[in-house]
């Protein structure tokens, strides 16, 4: 299997389904999930193994056809048509061949498949960690980048791929895992940060994930943000109904008791309030944003502060190019519709954090309303949804 390239045919599972051949794609959206696909999906997913007949009519839901072993030569018929492709020799190129009346995928065929490679580039890290680090993590970084999710993620019904699924699954995390502890040994705090959170978006309730995101941050001496960070950890598992994992408890319980509070915000609240009406909301960097942070968890705690700290996160159909653009839209509408003293962070191209100061509940809930609409009539043109969610400080 070489590289991606040319006329290549192009199988992407890990996470949305597709197949393309160069700059085509071949799995239209309307089809995607059609019986021709499924069966695609099929040998894809026992690529190497023989299935019997039985096996096919069950999974493809073609028992109470009223002649199964021709509805399946039907689906690979049509298959066969919509993977065509031009050969070496300038004949059709094979991608499903038959043999004794089963079905198999052409594994000589010139194919390149995302699972495959990533499952390659994950061994290939590991047998680096003991050699050459630095090459280790550019590997283990290639890899992660290829793992958008789980395997046919976004096929339903597919029992079939529970296996394969939890294999893909568990060597993401042990890769995710091995970078983070590889970029931290290497002084690299941020980018194992990034690394965490990137994998968070995926398996957002993986305790390891949170705790090594958590250690990162600590070890960069980021303590307000690591302690807002946790605050948000522990609400997502609270409100779904899960305990908050032990180690992760342990590490907000020892930062809630940490005095390393960074820069001083005594002085940058000075400066908020000393701002002007129209100047609108503080946009602040992390470090700034986690110091105030820090201060109005202290004055909750002594009961002089009624402040919220709110997470937006944005979410669509878009793609990857157009995050900035939304997401600085999403700044420039929060800046100009919050208060002057409230604070803005900006955490990754599509997530955003305010604190708001002195606010009610049912306050917060109409701010949050109108930013909604507000960023709604500000990108008419891409589909935006706000994911939001706040607590007390």
Request: hydrophobic share 35%.
């Given at each position: 299997?070489?590289?991606?390239?040319?006329?290549?045919?192009?199988?992407?599972?890990?996470?949305?389904?597709?197949?393309?051949?160069?700059?085509?794609?071949?799995?239209?959206?309307?089809?995607?999930l059609n019986k021709r696909w499924r069966l695609f999906q099929l040998l894809i997913t026992y690529k190497g193994k023989a299935l019997s007949a039985e096996q096919m009519y069950?999974?493809?839901?073609?028992?109470?056809?009223?002649?199964?072993?021709?509805?399946?030569?039907?689906?690979?018929?049509?298959?066969?048509?919509?993977?065509?492709?031009?050969?070496?020799?300038?004949?059709?190129?094979?991608?499903?061949?038959?043999?004794?009346?089963?079905?198999?995928?052409?594994?000589?065929?010139?194919?390149?498949?995302?699972?495959?490679?990533?499952?390659?580039?994950?061994?290939?890290?590991?047998?680096?960690?003991?050699?050459?680090?630095?090459?280790?993590?550019?590997?283990?970084?290639?890899?992660?980048?290829?793992?958008?999710?789980?395997?046919?993620?976004?096929?339903?019904?597919?029992?079939?791929?529970?296996?394969?699924?939890?294999?893909?699954?568990?060597?993401?995390?042990?890769?995710?895992?091995?970078?983070?502890?590889?970029?931290?040994?290497?002084?690299?705090?941020?980018?194992?940060?990034?690394?965490?959170?990137?994998?968070?978006?995926?398996?957002?309730?993986?305790?390891?994930?949170?705790?090594?995101?958590?250690?990162?941050?600590?070890?960069?001496?980021?303590?307000?943000?690591?302690?807002?960070?946790?605050?948000?950890?522990?609400?997502?598992?609270?409100?779904?109904?899960?305990?908050?994992?032990?180690?992760?408890?342990?590490?907000?319980?020892?930062?809630?008791?940490?005095?390393?509070i960074p820069g001083d915000p005594d002085s940058i609240l000075e400066q908020l309030q000393g701002r002007r009406k129209d100047d609108g909301a503080y946009v602040s960097d992390?470090?700034?944003?986690?110091?105030?942070?820090?201060?109005?968890?202290?004055?909750?705690?002594?009961?002089?502060?009624?402040?919220?700290?709110?997470?937006?996160?944005?979410?669509?159909?878009?793609?990857?190019?157009?995050?900035?653009?939304?997401?600085?839209?999403?700044?420039?509408?929060?800046?100009?519709?919050?208060?002057?003293?409230?604070?803005?962070?900006?955490?990754?191209?599509?997530?955003?954090?305010?604190?708001?100061?002195?606010?009610?509940?049912?306050?917060?809930?109409?701010?949050?309303?109108?930013?909604?609409?507000?960023?709604?009539?500000?990108?008419?043109?891409?589909?935006?949804?706000?994911?939001?969610?706040?607590?007390?400080?």
């Amino acid at each position: 299997m070489k590289a991606v390239g040319g006329n290549k045919l192009q199988i992407y599972t890990l996470g949305r389904f597709e197949i393309r051949r160069g700059e085509e794609l071949i799995s239209r959206a309307e089809q995607r999930l059609n019986k021709r696909w499924r069966l695609f999906q099929l040998l894809i997913t026992y690529k190497g193994k023989a299935l019997s007949a039985e096996q096919m009519y069950k999974y493809l839901s073609l028992e109470e056809s009223a002649n199964p072993s021709e509805a399946l030569k039907s689906l690979a018929f049509y298959l066969r048509n919509s993977l065509r492709g031009e050969g070496k020799q300038g004949g059709e190129e094979q991608f499903i061949i038959c043999s004794q009346g089963r079905y198999y995928f052409n594994e000589n065929s010139d194919y390149w498949l995302d699972a495959e490679e990533f499952e390659r580039l994950c061994k290939e890290g590991f047998l680096l960690v003991s050699e050459c680090e630095e090459k280790a993590i550019e590997i283990f970084e290639k890899a992660l980048s290829l793992y958008k999710g789980n395997y046919l993620g976004d096929v339903p019904h597919s029992h079939w791929t529970i296996p394969l699924r939890n294999h893909y699954r568990e060597l993401y995390l042990r890769v995710m895992l091995a970078a983070n502890e590889l970029l931290r040994k290497a002084g690299m705090y941020d980018k194992a940060w990034e690394i965490c959170e990137d994998g968070l978006r995926i398996v957002p309730f993986e305790e390891k994930l949170h705790t090594s995101s958590l250690q990162a941050l600590i070890d960069a001496n980021k303590h307000g943000l690591a302690l807002v960070q946790y605050e948000e950890a522990a609400a997502l598992f609270t409100e779904n109904g899960l305990n908050i994992p032990s180690e992760m408890k342990m590490l907000g319980d020892k930062l809630k008791r940490s005095k390393n509070i960074p820069g001083d915000p005594d002085s940058i609240l000075e400066q908020l309030q000393g701002r002007r009406k129209d100047d609108g909301a503080y946009v602040s960097d992390i470090e700034t944003f986690s110091a105030i942070y820090e201060l109005e968890k202290s004055r909750s705690e002594r009961g002089d502060s009624s402040g919220y700290l709110v997470a937006l996160e944005l979410n669509g159909s878009y793609p990857e190019s157009d995050f900035k653009k939304a997401g600085e839209t999403l700044k420039k509408t929060l800046k100009t519709n919050l208060r002057k003293g409230d604070v803005i962070c900006g955490w990754g191209p599509r997530k955003f954090l305010v604190l708001l100061l002195d606010a009610s509940p049912a306050g917060v809930e109409k701010i949050i309303e109108r930013v909604e609409h507000k960023l709604s009539g500000e990108i008419g043109t891409v589909s935006v949804d706000i994911q939001s969610n706040w607590q007390k400080i």
